[in-house]
């Protein structure tokens, strides 16, 4: 079964846009985990708008699932995640101010930038995942970076899927099985829901694990957070 690991961000934007500890982050994580979720997930930003870097230490602790942290690899990120030795590190292109993720890497250009980055967290045991578009020479390319996984970038399958064009999700099928066979793990998120997470699954092969937060948090202020991870778990099966 794909591993649902559920991103955090949207409850630390709450958080901060009162001030205080409503809702509490750490508390809300541990509930999501023993709700079934196999992971949490943070993405730590430069201003710190939502997920504090404060927060990815007092994480630790608690995760005792997987532990996902994505972004940009400037020098505090590298240092905290070194420090914190995460599950996994999920590197994202994200420029300082960035709103949200809405593009992968160029494997290619960034060739041995990454090279460098990904051998010194792998040297820490970090499992290292790069976010990624479906073309498939960068998929190529990504391999020879050293990196475990790739986190398929699933935006453009998000849009085509509500226009009702399901063979929007061929480039991803297509991207998963190459990166299979040259060996690496197979991640996916960005604009995933429950209306179309099953689909997905369904027609991705060797699907490891979705992160999935700013969806799953809308869905939960309707349906409740345990039952939203639950409908997941069922979706992914």
Not at 98 to 107: E, P, Y
Not at 108 to 126: D, P, R, T, W
Not at 185 to 200: E, K, P, R, T
């Amino acid at each position: 079964m794909t591993k649902l690991s559920v991103n955090i961000n949207k409850i630390a934007t709450l958080r901060n846009s009162r001030g205080g500890n409503v809702p509490d982050l750490l508390k809300v994580a541990t509930d999501i985990q023993e709700f079934g979720a196999e992971g949490i997930t943070i993405h730590p930003r430069p201003d710190e708008r939502h997920i504090r870097y404060q927060d990815a230490y007092d994480l630790k602790p608690l995760v005792t699932t997987e532990y996902n942290i994505e972004g940009n690899p400037i020098d505090k990120f590298t240092q905290m995640v070194l420090e914190i030795k995460p599950t996994q590190v999920t590197l994202v292109p994200d420029s300082v101010d960035q709103l949200t993720s809405n593009a992968g890497w160029d494997t290619i250009a960034h060739q041995s930038y990454l090279q460098e980055v990904i051998a010194e967290f792998k040297n820490a045991g970090i499992r290292t995942s790069i976010f990624i578009d479906t073309d498939l020479k960068l998929i190529e390319a990504a391999a020879k970076t050293g990196t475990d996984r790739i986190e398929l970038y699933t935006e453009e399958f998000a849009v085509q899927y509500e226009k009702g064009n399901t063979n929007g999700v061929k480039p991803y099928t297509e991207a998963a099985i190459l990166a299979h066979e040259l060996g690496l793990g197979v991640n996916a998120g960005h604009d995933l829901s429950l209306g179309n997470i099953q689909f997905f699954k369904q027609n991705i092969p060797h699907l490891a694990e979705v992160s999935i937060g700013h969806a799953l948090i809308s869905e939960s202020l309707y349906l409740g957070l345990q039952n939203v991870v639950n409908m997941y778990l069922h979706r992914l099966q």
